[in-house]
């Protein structure tokens, strides 16, 4: 048995007028309670010291660098690290970082129970868009914002254990567990801001978020034999409502525990690293069962290729096997 007890802590809504220092006073509120209850591990959102500001268009992009950390721990964030360290638990959080050569990330680091930070990790799939969208009911402005994260998927032994970090869209692409998977990680770190409105209204609602969050999450714990932790930062920010659904899914891909409010909300759950053993032995023995010579497309090529149109008489025996073999994007030589 390696046990980890983990506290995913939800947090409620960080309103643009909330100070830093506020919103680090809820995370030690939050902190405390975890370890109360036994957490080695306190799990926090992306961006949790600020409000979602990726939803407000600045013309200059340099005015949004108030939403970011130069470093960390800093003057706002030290209580957090001191309390983690007196109640001797690991912690992670997401940030915006902004680098010493002015570079900008959206990021989550893993502080270990002496204060150490044992991992970083920046945020690789944006989604939205760089320029103001005047026909889109709300902004979702990250790739204004921020770079697609340099650092890959890396995944740290500590705890006993091997883990790994996502942020928010990350978790709805399976080459992000996979990739975590392929280092035998045992337990994915998620934090996430979900908006509940689309760009166009009427798409889909917070359910259908909620539907497409655990769809997400519980199968990239499931095909990699993973824990996984996803937390929110949910509810009403600045006019603007951010989906609940904080979860802890075990490597069979069963949720374990889900919060049931979008304030700060703590869940604790006793998680044994070892339970991930039986499904990277078995259906998940990667070594075993996976055939790499026919997964190139998946990091040769960024989009999708349809097949071309089949000539009136041919057929597909009428290719050859590499044509086949290569897939498509080989037919059109791209
Ligand atoms: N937020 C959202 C997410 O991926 C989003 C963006 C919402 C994409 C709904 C698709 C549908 O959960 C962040 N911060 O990535």
Same mark, same amino acid.
């Given at each position: 048995m390696r046990k980890v007890v983990v506290g995913a802590a939800q947090m409620g809504p960080n309103q643009k007028t909330d100070t830093r220092e506020a919103i680090v006073t809820r995370m030690v509120a939050l902190l405390d309670q975890a370890t109360d209850g036994g957490a080695d591990l306190v799990v926090y959102p992306e961006l949790a010291l600020t409000t979602f500001f990726p939803r407000w268009y600045h013309e200059d992009r340099a005015a949004a660098d108030g939403w970011f950390e130069t470093e960390v721990p800093n003057a706002a964030t030290q209580p957090l690290f001191d309390r983690g360290k007196e109640r001797n638990v690991a912690i992670s959080f997401g940030y915006a970082e902004k680098t010493p050569e002015g570079r900008h990330f959206n990021t989550s680091i893993l502080v270990d129970k002496d204060g150490t930070i044992v991992g970083k990790y920046r945020k690789v799939h944006l989604p939205g868009h760089v320029e103001y969208e005047p026909e889109s009911s709300h902004q979702r402005l990250e790739k204004r914002y921020f770079e697609p994260g340099d650092i890959g998927f890396p995944a740290w032994r500590t705890m006993g254990g091997i883990f790994g970090m996502a942020i928010c869209n990350d978790r709805r692409w399976p080459e992000t567990y996979r990739v975590l998977g392929l280092q035998a990680v045992e337990m994915v770190l998620i934090g996430y801001n979900t908006p509940s409105?689309?760009?166009?209204?009427? /798409?889909?609602?917070a359910d259908k978020r909620l539907f497409h969050h655990r769809l997400s999450v519980q199968a990239g714990a499931y095909q990699n034999s993973t824990w996984a932790v996803a937390v929110a930062k949910a509810g009403v920010e600045d006019g603007h409502h951010l989906i609940g659904g904080t979860l802890i899914v075990n490597p069979h891909g069963e949720i374990v525990a889900e919060a049931?409010?979008?304030?700060?909300e703590l869940l604790i759950h006793e998680c044994?690293?070892?339970? /991930?053993?039986f499904g990277k032995a078995t259906i998940f023995d990667f070594g075993r069962h996976r055939r790499v010579e026919h997964y190139g497309l998946i990091a040769s090529q960024g989009p999708a290729i349809p097949p071309p149109?089949?000539?009136?008489?041919?057929?597909?025996?009428?290719?050859?096997f590499d044509e086949l073999k290569h897939g498509y994007s080989h037919t059109l030589g791209v």
């Open positions: 409105q689309n760009q166009r209204p009427g /798409t889909e609602g049931k409010t979008e304030r700060d044994d690293l070892d339970e /991930t053993a149109e089949a000539a009136e008489s041919e057929s597909v025996l009428d290719r050859s």
